[in-house]
């Protein structure tokens, strides 16, 4: 399958714990997304990467929130010190930057803060 | 005001109908604009990109009226599989691209 891939799908953790989720992009796509979607709502954006630059982050919802994409292949995001806020679905997209930036979405990995 | 706005819905209509969806936007320097269709506990899947001259691709076709600042969707012929929520997205602005989703629009297909 060469399309976009997320791990875990699925992460059920207290609160107070730190969690990070894994995406692997489309392996030709230089840029990638993270968003967080909750029930009724369009995915929200929180940041996203041109290669291994993170081109935008003022969106993240606080400082508890981060990402990283070292060798500009893929990347993580890691929420530390989780809030029952947090549960939601966390999407990870790709796209080349001079295709239209057409983006292509993996699964998801869905967070349970408890 | 949201950046992207759509009615959430949900629109119930018979297959075989015609159904239209618009989708606002109040960022005039956004660049590119996309609709997605998204099942249910699914991730959002590209259904079709809009372009100012419009553009169609089988049973839908997509608009793009930059002075009103709003896209629009059409179905045609409806079909039960048709049944999801359907998002647009506004995106590119200055150096900074930043993508925006609406909440996205219910569309329920019946027999």
């Known amino acids: 399958d060469t399309g976009v891939s997320q791990n875990p799908r699925h992460k059920i953790t207290k609160r107070g714990q730190n969690v990070t989720f894994r995406c692997d992009p489309i392996s030709e796509h230089n840029r990638l997304y993270w968003y967080r979607q909750t029930l009724g709502q369009g995915p929200e954006f929180l940041t996203y990467?041109?290669?291994?630059?993170?081109?935008?982050k003022s969106r993240l919802l606080s400082d508890r929130f981060s990402a990283e994409r070292p060798k500009g292949s893929f990347s993580t995001l890691e929420i530390q010190r989780t809030e029952q806020g947090d549960s939601a679905m966390y999407l990870c997209a790709s796209s080349l930057a001079d295709g239209g930036d057409t983006q292509y979405f993996g699964p998801g990995t869905r967070l349970t803060v408890l | 005001r949201k950046e992207v706005e759509q009615d959430p819905g949900p629109f119930n209509v018979p297959e075989g109908a015609t159904v239209a969806f618009n989708c606002t936007y109040s960022n005039s320097a956004s660049q590119s604009f996309f609709w997605y269709r998204q099942d249910c506990r699914k991730e959002p899947k590209l259904l079709m990109s809009?372009?100012?001259s419009g553009n169609e691709d089988g049973r839908f076709t997509a608009q793009l009226n930059r002075a009103s600042q709003y896209i629009s969707l059409l179905i045609r012929d409806s079909k039960l599989s048709d049944s999801a929520t359907y998002l647009c997205v506004a995106g590119g602005s200055g150096g900074s691209y930043i993508p925006t989703f609406g909440r996205g629009t219910s569309l329920i297909v019946h027999p």
């Open positions: 809009v372009y100012s």
């Open positions: 990467f041109q290669n291994e630059a993170q081109l935008e």
